[in-house]
């Protein structure tokens, strides 16, 4: 049973950072699974943020180049975003997947940007 918990969303002002924290349980993250974020806004669809491999190689929407990294401790089998210059209309629910025979996913994070 894979198992994703996020933290780290809340509440921030228009150009602040927040960085969300995704932990895996450890028996696929171990098999070196591939990973991303991905989000969805009120009244809209769920759309990708970023990946990232196994191996630490990143891909991200276009949207968010520049402003948003993720990265990966493997010995923590935990994923990261970290988002700067943030704006109102990344106000979103934030979901980590976990990419495998199956997508899994987190409960999701909500990210709050005021104006």
């Known amino acids: 049973q894979v198992q994703l918990v996020e933290s780290g969303g809340g509440l921030v002002q228009a150009g602040g950072s927040l960085r969300l924290s995704c932990a895996a349980n450890?028996?696929?993250?171990?098999?070196?699974?591939?990973m991303g974020w991905h989000r969805q806004a009120p009244g809209k669809q769920r759309e990708l943020v970023a990946r990232?491999?196994?191996?630490?190689?990143?891909s991200y929407a276009d949207s968010f180049k520049g402003r948003f990294t993720i990265s990966r401790d493997n010995a923590k089998n935990t994923v990261y975003l970290q988002m700067n210059s943030l704006k109102p209309e990344d106000t979103a629910v934030y979901y980590c997947?976990?990419?495998?025979?199956?997508?899994?996913w987190g409960q999701g994070t909500q990210v709050t940007v005021s104006s």
């Open positions: 990232i491999s196994s191996g630490g190689s990143t």
């Open positions: 450890g028996s696929i993250f171990s098999r070196k699974a591939s």
């Open positions: 997947a976990l990419y495998w025979t199956s997508t899994y």
